[in-house]
């Protein structure tokens, strides 16, 4: 399979899987939510890295360890045998059968298949790349950060070669700058409160896919307190108003949705005709 996410987004609207496809037994960040997640249609899978007290890369949501693997300790403070030997909680508390994964075993697992979305390299770039590199990935892999002049030069030394994305909030101030320096760089994951943010109107959107970039949209809800898409989300297309929420993003232009519900959401992009 040939990756180029840049041509991608001009032929479909993609869907991104927050941490895989997860319910029931099946815990996020697994390799079976990721299948899962693929067996639904979606186009990439989101995911987290956390590493241990030993260097040991895995594939878990830092800071979530209470309620995903029902731990006080964190995975920074134990060692890989310590991880290895954990087991993952469903979404009633109860321990599945399931470990967490290294870093490497995941992108062994989906190399060539989908792309993989790296969520907050900007914590040990270097190690990641280095795997992404080792497993012949560079093209299939796009890495986020935050978006820190610190941090961009940071990936320009050892990661100029990953496609890399930015998240912004309400307006984009980097990324005709960006496009200039010696970086892989193919847009925005855009963060906005309300439908007037700068971000998300059309002329910004326009103006990025003139330069060639992409623009990402959250569906997703970790927090109804956190608003990531002026509401135009999850919570309010599932339930069977998808006009209002993946709809609205998909006409306004997002070449990117990441969700938590992707066979509705692919389901009804097919529908509109954005795939």
């Not at 870093?103 to 989908?114: A, G, H, N, S, T």
Request: glycine residues 6%; contains cysteine; hydrophobic residues 40%.
């Amino acid at each position: 399979m040939k990756f180029d996410l840049l041509s991608a987004c001009r032929e479909k609207t993609l869907v991104a899987a927050h941490r895989g496809s997860a319910s029931g037994n099946i815990p996020c960040n697994t390799l079976s939510s990721y299948e899962a997640a693929l067996y639904q249609g979606a186009d990439m899978i989101e995911i987290d890295v956390a590493r241990s007290a030993d260097g040991v890369l895995y594939v878990f949501h830092p800071g979530m360890e209470r309620a995903h693997l029902y731990s006080a300790r964190l995975i920074r403070d134990m060692t890989a045998q310590e991880v290895d030997s954990l087991c993952l909680v469903n979404q009633d508390v109860t321990p599945t059968q399931f470990h967490v994964s290294r870093l490497d075993e995941v992108l062994d697992r989906f190399k060539d298949r989908c792309y993989i979305n790296i969520d907050k390299f900007w914590m040990w770039p270097d190690e990641i790349a280095r795997r992404v590199r080792a497993h012949g990935m560079e093209d299939q892999v796009l890495v986020k950060t935050d978006a820190d002049p610190a941090v961009f030069d940071r990936v320009e030394q050892v990661a100029p070669d990953l496609p890399y994305m930015i998240i912004a909030k309400q307006q984009d101030d980097y990324s005709e700058q960006l496009k200039k320096r010696n970086l892989r760089y193919v847009g925005v994951e855009a963060l906005f409160t309300e439908e007037t943010a700068p971000i998300c109107s059309p002329e910004y959107i326009d103006r990025m896919h003139q330069m060639g970039l992409i623009v990402w949209a959250n569906a997703i809800v970790y927090s109804y307190r956190a608003v990531l898409s002026a509401g135009h989300n999850d919570d309010i297309s599932a339930p069977g108003n998808p006009d209002a929420g993946w709809g609205w993003l998909a006409r306004r232009g997002f070449d990117i949705l990441q969700t938590d519900w992707v066979m509705p959401c692919v389901q009804y992009l097919q529908s509109i005709g954005k795939r």
